[in-house]
């Protein structure tokens, strides 16, 4: 059985940091791109930042330079810091697993999400 298990969602202040983690089982971590996405109320579910199993990684234009997103094979974990938090940053961030091969999708898997709230 999947699980993607993300934590470290909560309330900060705007200028704060948070740093979301999501724990994989039942996947061979290794081969899976891992992401992170997120959904405000209202809103579409947007891309935050993808990290494939070379360590190439993709990031949204408006989280350039204030998210990292890093990855422990060892430990089936992705990472999203964040830092220099906006209001505009609040959503229910969702870690994902993606298994690609030769460009074609072939296993997709959601964790529940978990809610960061930005506000003084």
């Known amino acids: 059985q999947v699980q993607l298990v993300e934590s470290g969602g909560g309330l900060v202040q705007p200028g704060g940091s948070l740093r979301l983690s999501c724990a994989a089982s039942?996947?061979?971590?290794?081969?899976?791109?891992m992401g992170w996405y997120r959904q405000a109320p209202g809103k579409q579910r947007e891309l935050v930042a993808t990290?494939?199993?070379?360590?190439?990684?993709n990031c949204a234009d408006f989280v350039k330079g204030r998210f990292t997103i890093s990855r422990d094979n060892a430990k089936a974990t992705v990472y999203l810091q964040m830092n220099s938090l906006k209001p505009e940053d609040t959503a229910v961030y969702y870690c994902?697993?993606?298994?690609?091969?030769?460009?074609?999708?072939?296993?997709?898997?959601w964790g529940q999400g978990t809610q960061v709230t930005v506000s003084s």
């Open positions: 990290m494939a199993s070379g360590g190439t990684t």
């Open positions: 994902n697993a993606h298994l690609t091969s030769l460009g074609r999708s072939l296993l997709n898997y």
């Open positions: 039942g996947i061979t971590f290794s081969l899976y791109t």
